[in-house]
């Protein structure tokens, strides 16, 4: 694509990433001239694609993602801080969905506890904590992040690059919700991956910055400070407690979170 378009530097960084996912193309990384230089930036970059997103009848913004909440993902990403990523619409699906691996260029799994608030939580209300944001949950569901590595090697890229195309979000599968949430004690809930009936991680809600809803506190947080909200019906994957794993196709993927039960996804 060229990098000699019309627009800001966030807006044509944003036009090469959105061609790129659309196009399930390789990306070596930005032009220099346009890549973000700050995870501001990045996110600049990111607000900007949700627009090129939605003009194109892509998808639009049904929830959001946090990535590299857990010491687990930190290490595995070598990212030190939690990034926030959006999930589009046409990417959500529920437990027992069969996805056509070749959609994606490198598809992964990860491990997660999802949230669907009840409630707004806006920007004029903050700052939020784990109290504030536990009232506007409605319901909590295992749920499953899919992943796409769609760059040559994400490696030698930055925090700033990967936030700015949504933190590697491709989806979500989510199972069924749990309404009676509060009887559970999200921070000591056990929960693990199989890949095809193989576990191949475990971990627990507290490995999520010590509590789950203190990774959507830090969400809505972080969206106030840009003078954004989360919204009514906004599903929230929180972090995976196991490492991410690249799936193969015809491989089934089922995560078991204790109390909330599970989701399962098979790439056909």
């Not at 639009?60 to 999930?87: N, R, S």
């Not at 990860?110 to 409630?119: D, F, P, S, T």
């Not at 890229?157 to 069924?176: E, K």
Request: glycine fraction near 10%; aromatic fraction near 6%.
């Amino acid at each position: 694509m060229s990098t000699e378009l019309p627009g800001s530097d966030a807006a044509i960084a944003a036009r090469i990433i959105a061609l790129n996912r659309m196009e399930r193309g390789r990306l070596a990384g930005l032009p220099e001239d346009f890549a973000p230089k700050s995870v501001d930036e990045g996110y600049r970059v990111q607000a900007e694609l949700h627009g090129v997103y939605a003009e194109a009848r892509y998808g639009v913004v049904a929830g959001h993602k946090i990535g590299c909440t857990t010491q687990v993902m930190q290490e595995y990403l070598k990212i030190d801080q939690p990034c926030a990523g959006a999930i589009l619409d046409r990417t959500v699906h529920q437990s027992g969905a069969a996805l056509g691996h070749a959609r994606f260029v490198r598809p992964g799994v990860e491990c997660e506890m999802a949230v669907r608030l009840a409630l707004p939580l806006e920007a004029k209300d903050a700052p939020f904590d784990r109290a504030r944001v536990a009232r506007a949950v409605g319901e909590v569901m295992a749920g499953i992040e899919i992943v796409d590595d769609r760059y040559e090697d994400w490696r030698q890229l930055d925090a700033a690059t990967l936030i700015a195309d949504d933190f590697f979000n491709a989806g979500a599968v989510l199972g069924p919700p749990v309404a009676q949430w509060q009887r559970l004690d999200l921070a000591r809930i056990k929960g693990s991956m199989a890949i095809n009936g193989k576990t191949v991680g475990t971990g627990t809600g507290a490995d999520v910055m010590g509590h789950p809803l203190e990774a959507l506190a830090w969400l809505a947080n972080h969206r106030a400070r840009r003078g954004l909200g989360l919204a009514l019906g906004d599903v929230v994957l929180t972090g995976s407690i196991v490492q991410t794993h690249w799936i193969a196709q015809g491989e089934e993927a089922v995560i078991t979170l204790d109390g909330l039960g599970q989701a399962r996804v098979k790439f056909t």
